[in-house]
């Protein structure tokens, strides 16, 4: 069986590799390919090599790494191609039996369907953040992390299925050892708006003030145009949201989730609380964000407002399986994930997490202890070949 996984990658972890190795540009295509995804593509290249592992013949690609690609099309084609085209004709030249497409170009999707007949299932991916539906109603499967998405998506008339994330140990062999210069830290975005990051924004804000706190975010740079922008959603929903009152208005409204977010960005005249400045670092990825989980005491953990139930972020099995003291938000089904108190330890409001951080900033060794029998259960579980038989159980089911 082959499997081609299309995905894409933070667009500065790609800028990130090649200021970090510039001689890796002059690289042949397959051998960048490679540095590029043990290094950083943490799901991808995750998943590539547990199919690998499992026998079938997997090959995943970061499509938007421009560089990367344009390298491709050197060693393959002729002319100037686009990006759109050059993941075609990868696609084309390995000729898989099934496609997961990780990609939101619904054009080229639809060029792949009707031109590369080997593809017998195709398979796309959602979070807790749902993208584009014009996408997935085009493919034969939807996986997701998020319980919730796959209630939403299935009472569209998608056919989803429910798989979890996974720990990738590859990045961990160009890590160093730990040096604990981070008391609590957090990784990640800082989205205002509805379903996004709103309470996560809150409980940081209130964590800063009460403890060393550092948030690695892509929101650590904020610029002139990052502020008008906020400004502009700010001035627009607040002339908007008056429409949402007209009981006419309300459900044509609730109808266009675009429109319907920025009404209710009324809050948001910042990206965020200006609080947090003092707190950011530069957003890290692949194996310089396992060297921060490396290096810090406590990581927290905050899902996104869209994850009102269930645990099912990357963090979890990150912080575990690098070995760090994972302090998350309690979800249901956590308890069927970690053993709480013995592996991680996970709060139910701001109090709790504030006891609970004191707790362990206190007790070292408990602490310690928490973050190797952490790792060890993932690293027994939650290791993406762990995940290989349901996920070869669930294309079997939904193969053509």
């Given at each position: 069986m082959k499997i081609f996984i299309a995905t894409g990658?933070?667009?500065?972890?790609?800028?990130?590799?090649?200021?970090?190795?510039?001689?890796?540009?002059n690289l042949p295509f397959e051998r960048q390919r490679q540095e590029i995804n043990e290094r950083f593509s943490v799901w991808g290249y995750g998943w590539e090599a547990a199919f690998q592992k499992y026998g079938f013949t997997a090959y995943s690609v970061p499509v938007n790494s421009t560089h990367l690609q344009m390298q491709w099309a050197k060693e393959n084609l002729k002319g100037e191609v686009s990006l759109q085209e050059i993941l075609f004709r990868q696609i084309l030249l390995f000729q898989p039996d099934i496609l997961w497409y990780d990609h939101f170009d619904?054009?080229?999707?639809?060029?792949?369907?009707?031109?590369?007949?080997?593809?017998?299932?195709?398979?796309?991916?959602?979070?807790?953040?749902?993208?584009?539906?014009?996408?997935?109603?085009?493919?034969?499967?939807?996986?997701?992390?998020?319980?919730?998405?796959?209630?939403?998506?299935?009472?569209?008339?998608?056919?989803?299925?429910?798989?979890h994330h996974a720990f990738n140990p590859a990045p961990m062999k160009y890590i160093q050892p730990a040096v604990k210069k981070h008391l609590v830290t957090f990784v990640g975005q800082i989205v205002r708006g509805e379903e996004y990051h709103n309470y996560r924004e809150k409980l940081l804000v209130t964590i800063s003030k009460n403890y060393e706190l550092s948030i690695f975010s892509p929101y650590y740079t904020i610029t002139a145009i990052h502020v008008v922008k906020s400004i502009i959603k700010k001035l627009v929903s607040e002339a908007?949201?008056?429409?949402?009152?007209?009981?006419?208005?309300?459900?044509?409204?609730?109808?266009?989730?675009?429109?319907?977010?920025?009404?209710?960005?009324?809050?948001?005249?910042?990206?965020?609380?200006?609080?947090?400045?003092?707190?950011?670092?530069?957003?890290?990825?692949?194996?310089?964000?396992?060297?921060?989980?490396?290096?810090?005491?406590?990581?927290?953990?905050?899902?996104?407002?869209?994850?009102?139930?269930?645990?099912?972020?990357?963090?979890?099995?990150?912080?575990?399986?690098?070995?760090?003291?994972?302090l998350t938000d309690y979800r249901k089904n956590l308890p069927g994930l970690f053993n709480e108190e013995n592996e991680i330890l996970s709060y139910k409001n701001e109090n709790e997490c504030l006891e609970k951080i004191n707790w362990l900033i206190e007790n070292k060794d408990e602490r310690m202890r928490i973050a190797k029998t952490g790792q060890k259960k993932t690293m027994k579980e939650h290791l993406f070949e762990h995940r290989i038989e349901s996920a070869v159980q669930i294309f079997t089911k939904h193969l053509k």
């Open positions: 990658l933070y667009l500065d972890t790609t800028k990130r590799f090649y200021t970090n190795f510039p001689d890796f540009k619904l054009k080229l999707l639809k060029k792949i369907k009707e031109k590369i007949p080997s593809i017998k299932l195709i398979v796309g991916w959602s979070g807790s953040a749902i993208p584009p539906v014009a996408v997935l109603k085009e493919v034969d499967l939807v996986l997701s992390c998020a319980p919730e998405t796959v209630s939403i998506l299935s009472k569209q008339g998608l056919p989803i299925e429910h798989m908007l949201h008056p429409l949402s009152n007209i009981s006419l208005l309300d459900s044509f409204i609730r109808e266009l989730p675009l429109l319907n977010k920025l009404i209710n960005l009324r809050h948001a005249w910042l990206p965020y609380d200006i609080e947090l400045k003092r707190t950011m670092h530069p957003a890290v990825f692949g194996y310089e964000m396992y060297q921060v989980i490396n290096d810090s005491d406590i990581v927290l953990n905050i899902h996104a407002d869209s994850s009102p139930k269930y645990a099912s972020n990357m963090r979890l099995f990150e912080t575990t399986g690098i070995g760090s003291c994972l």
